[in-house]
């Protein structure tokens, strides 16, 4: 902004007077002509935007990631080409069920959304900070939310519908033992890892795929809040996730994550006992140890809130030639549902806005739309073939193709992968401190739902691991004999 003292109009018409309603007499009506009042109100009463439906409470920064470990081997993209590399990015961080105005330090998972501005357009990861989630099809997603949200007739959050939710589905059980373990409050946004979840592709020049998931990881260290902890915070301040990250970075304190792969062949995927594309699960290190990429971290607030970090609009399918998606029935729809919601909350220029756009020239024949505020394509040709030296597609980033195997069918998401065994594998490595924590968070929620959902959710903690199941069941005073009708 320019150091100009005197206020103006939106159009520029400098402002005589900001006090002051014209009136007819001191004590008379106010005036129709009064164009300036007209302007402050209607401006006003359109500030807000939609929140997000999910995700709509969030903390922002800029930074840079570092590349120290090449990945050329695997991928063609130029930001993994060679060691050295440094590429500026956005991070978003966001609780998921809670309003824009809810408490930051709320049980919940948190998003860990990341736009990286590489030379060859933008790649956006849109992750959490658990490693999976609750459902690995997409079509149960609104269906989960709205167990999460607050129930139509009274406006309320209700344990009753969450679990009623997670008990019918226990494909969830792994994220929810995540959620009630010591890592479901994380003590700030800087002491929490970030995960793909979602499993990804890299691609290479030899048109070689490998499927790969993401990892950042807190180089603060992991640590956690107790449900008092969060509690007492909550009551004192709501936003007190957003406020350590705005002051670490602003003291010069700044974060760093290391990032990290597992890379699985291309045709492993066929063969693996886990279902490779399962969001549900992660694929243990044993089998695909992770591999150093390179650190991010960030090193600038956002100038403005609204501006950079509500208008942020991420979208999976942001990727770079050398990277791609893969069949995981999540992943795919948000390919499609996170555009769909960025034209609905911000307008169909959402990716010309500054903190959206690409860092290199951006060559498409999109033109027109609402609150076009960009050179439009300048004069330029709008169609192709066109033989006026338009830009034109380039056939050398061709993604390989994809085999695919089966018929067009809704197959049931349940055949071939089962729901227990990795919550199970959490469970047991936790410590016993860590086991107490669980156990007790899930008590203090559990022993408000009616019994048969009770039941139906003790089935789910014993088939995990016997210990697991039989410690929520002394808890919440139900027999093992009753458990087991569960
Ligand atoms: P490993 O023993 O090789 O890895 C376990 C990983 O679990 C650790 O590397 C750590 O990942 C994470 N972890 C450690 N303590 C906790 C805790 N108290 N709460 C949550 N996560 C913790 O075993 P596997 O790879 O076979 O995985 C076993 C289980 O560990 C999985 O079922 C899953 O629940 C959990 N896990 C696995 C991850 C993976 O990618 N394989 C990632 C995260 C969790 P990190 O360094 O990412 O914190």
């Given at each position: 902004?320019?150091?100009?003292?005197?206020?103006?109009?939106?159009?520029?018409?400098?402002?005589?007077?900001?006090?002051?309603?014209?009136?007819?007499?001191a004590?008379?009506?106010?005036?129709l002509?009064?164009?300036?009042?007209m302007?402050?109100?209607?401006?006003?009463?359109?500030?807000?935007?939609?929140?997000?439906?999910?995700?709509?409470?969030?903390?922002?920064?800029?930074?840079?990631l570092?590349?120290?470990?090449?990945?050329?081997?695997?991928?063609?993209?130029?930001?993994?080409?060679?060691?050295?590399?440094?590429?500026?990015?956005?991070?978003?961080?966001?609780?998921?069920?809670?309003?824009?105005?809810?408490?930051?330090?709320?049980?919940?998972?948190?998003?860990?959304?990341?736009?990286?501005?590489?030379?060859?357009?933008?790649?956006?990861?849109?992750?959490?900070?658990?490693?999976?989630?609750?459902?690995?099809?997409?079509?149960?997603?609104?269906?989960?939310?709205?167990?999460?949200?607050r129930?139509?007739?009274?406006?309320?959050?209700?344990?009753?519908?969450?679990?009623?939710?997670?008990?019918?589905?226990?494909?969830?059980?792994?994220?929810?033992?995540?959620?009630?373990s010591?890592?479901?409050?994380?003590?700030?946004?800087?002491?929490?890892?970030?995960?793909?979840?979602?499993?990804?592709?890299?691609?290479?020049?030899?048109?070689?795929?490998?499927?790969?998931?993401?990892?950042?990881?807190?180089?603060?260290?992991?640590?956690?809040?107790?449900?008092?902890?969060?509690?007492?915070?909550?009551?004192?301040?709501?936003?007190?996730h957003r406020?350590?990250?705005?002051?670490?970075?602003?003291?010069?304190?700044?974060?760093?994550?290391?990032?990290?792969?597992?890379?699985?062949?291309?045709?492993?995927?066929?063969?693996?006992?886990?279902?490779?594309?399962?969001?549900?699960k992660?694929?243990?290190?044993?089998?695909?140890?992770?591999?150093?990429?390179?650190?991010?971290?960030?090193?600038?607030?956002?100038?403005?809130?609204?501006?950079?970090?509500?208008?942020?609009?991420?979208?999976?399918?942001?990727?770079?030639?050398?990277?791609?998606?893969?069949p995981?029935?999540?992943?795919?729809?948000?390919?499609?549902?996170?555009?769909?919601?960025?034209?609905?909350?911000?307008?169909?220029?959402?990716?010309?806005?500054?903190?959206?756009?690409p860092?290199?020239?951006?060559?498409?024949?999109?033109?027109?739309?609402?609150?076009?505020?960009?050179?439009?394509?300048?004069?330029?040709?709008?169609?192709?073939?066109?033989?006026?030296?338009g830009?034109?597609?380039?056939?050398?980033?061709?993604?390989?193709?994809?085999?695919?195997?089966?018929?067009?069918?809704?197959?049931?998401?349940?055949?071939?992968?089962e729901?227990?065994?990795q919550?199970?594998?959490?469970?047991?490595?936790?410590?016993?401190?860590?086991?107490?924590?669980?156990?007790?968070?899930?008590?203090?929620?559990?022993?408000?739902?009616?019994?048969?959902?009770?039941?139906?959710?003790?089935?789910?903690?014993?088939?995990?691991d016997?210990?697991?199941?039989?410690?929520?069941?002394?808890?919440?005073?139900?027999?093992?004999?009753?458990?087991?009708?569960?």
């Open positions: 902004m320019d150091h100009c003292p005197y206020q103006t109009t939106a159009a520029g018409n400098p402002v005589a007077d900001n006090q002051n309603t014209q009136t007819a007499g004590r008379g009506p106010a005036l002509q009064d164009y300036q009042l302007e402050k109100m209607a401006h006003f009463n359109r500030e807000r935007v939609p929140e997000r439906v999910v995700h709509a409470k969030g903390a922002g920064a800029f930074g840079n570092l590349i120290t470990h090449d990945l050329a081997r695997y991928t063609r993209a130029k930001l993994f080409a060679k060691v050295g590399n440094c590429c500026p990015m956005f991070a978003r961080f966001s609780t998921v069920a809670g309003e824009m105005g809810s408490a930051d330090t709320a049980r919940d998972p948190r998003g860990f959304a990341l736009k990286f501005y590489t030379e060859e357009g933008n790649w956006d990861l849109v992750g959490n900070n658990t490693p999976v989630f609750f459902v690995r099809d997409a079509l149960k997603f609104s269906d989960f939310i709205h167990s999460q949200k129930d139509p007739a009274t406006g309320l959050r209700d344990n009753t519908m969450q679990w009623d939710f997670w008990s019918h589905s226990p494909e969830s059980l792994h994220q929810v033992t995540t959620l009630f010591d890592r479901g409050i994380p003590a700030t946004l800087r002491h929490m890892n970030g995960y793909s979840s979602h499993t990804y592709s890299l691609w290479n020049e030899a048109g070689e795929r490998f499927w790969v998931k993401w990892h950042f990881k807190t180089l603060q260290g992991i640590q956690t809040l107790t449900n008092a902890q969060a509690a007492t915070i909550a009551g004192t301040d709501l936003d007190y406020r350590d990250l705005h002051d670490a970075i602003a003291r010069g304190d700044f974060p760093q994550w290391r990032v990290q792969i597992q890379i699985m062949p291309e045709r492993e995927a066929l063969s693996y006992a886990i279902h490779p594309f399962d969001l549900t992660v694929w243990p290190h044993v089998d695909y140890p992770v591999m150093d990429v390179g650190v991010m971290t960030l090193t600038q607030n956002p100038r403005n809130y609204f501006a950079e970090v509500e208008q942020a609009a991420f979208e999976p399918g942001n990727m770079p030639p050398g990277m791609g998606a893969s995981d029935k999540v992943l795919q729809a948000r390919l499609l549902s996170y555009p769909d919601a960025h034209r609905h909350r911000i307008g169909i220029q959402y990716a010309a806005l500054p903190v959206n756009r860092h290199c020239p951006v060559k498409t024949y999109h033109r027109d739309g609402a609150s076009r505020f960009d050179g439009n394509g300048e004069g330029n040709v709008n169609y192709e073939p066109n033989s006026f030296d830009p034109v597609q380039d056939p050398r980033v061709r993604e390989p193709a994809l085999a695919l195997q089966g018929d067009a069918d809704r197959y049931d998401h349940r055949l071939g992968n729901d227990y065994s919550a199970g594998a959490l469970y047991r490595l936790m410590s016993p401190a860590q086991k107490d924590q669980l156990i007790a968070n899930l008590l203090a929620v559990l022993q408000t739902v009616p019994r048969a959902i009770q039941l139906r959710q003790l089935a789910q903690f014993g088939q995990a016997a210990g697991y199941g039989a410690r929520v069941a002394a808890g919440l005073g139900i027999s093992a004999g009753e458990a087991a009708l569960g």
